[in-house]
């Protein structure tokens, strides 16, 4: 589905508002907290899919255009944009976190390099999030196996909002998440 800027800005801005009302609930600094970086140009955006060989889907090309990646997104999770899709320790680091659910209990993940286009890792953990790059576009979120399928982009944009919520309500009831506070 194609949105327009409007509606991309909007659900930025609310991810981001959010994202401050964690960090500020994130009383023992769990995480780091960043804002979505300043918009890819359309240059940027032709660049990245020579590059890649294939085009960007729609949804998250889009999204690229109003924000061009967000460090701490979700929790310890970055969006990547368009210079770290291309080549950086980033995607390797989702490629080897793809590759090693593929090994083990992931076997049946059925990912490959010219299906798929990481679009989140995980800095510390072992989530990664790839978009299907053929007519679907789905994203799928990968931790040693597939934790859930989001149907487009777009969707997983507003699913990630709701697990954010879940964190901030984690987080005023207490704020070492569980932990002993060690």
Do not use: C
Not at 44 to 54: K, R
Not at 108 to 118: D, E, H, N, T, V
Request: glycine share 8%; aromatic share 12%; hydrophobic share 40%.
């Amino acid at each position: 589905m194609i949105h327009d800027a409007n509606f991309w800005q909007n659900l930025v801005s609310r991810f981001a508002e959010q994202n401050t009302r964690i960090a500020q609930a994130d009383v023992n600094s769990i995480w780091e907290y960043a804002g979505p970086e300043p918009g890819a140009s359309e240059s940027e955006l032709l660049e990245a899919e020579n590059s890649l060989g294939f085009e960007i889907p729609s949804e998250y090309r889009e999204f690229l255009a109003v924000s061009n990646g967000w460090r701490g997104f979700y929790q310890d999770v970055s969006l990547l944009g368009v210079d770290l899709i291309v080549s950086s320790e980033e995607l390797t680091r989702a490629w080897e976190l793809v590759d090693s659910a593929g090994e083990g209990s992931g076997g049946l993940l059925q990912i490959s390099r010219k299906a798929f286009l990481p679009v989140a890792v995980s800095k510390s953990d072992i989530d990664v999030f790839l978009i299907d790059t053929g007519e679907r576009s789905d994203v799928r979120w990968i931790a040693g196996q597939e934790i859930e399928r989001f149907n487009s982009f777009a969707d997983f944009f507003a699913g990630m909002l709701a697990y954010n919520g879940k964190a901030l309500n984690d987080l005023l009831r207490d704020p070492w998440l569980g932990s002993d506070g060690a």
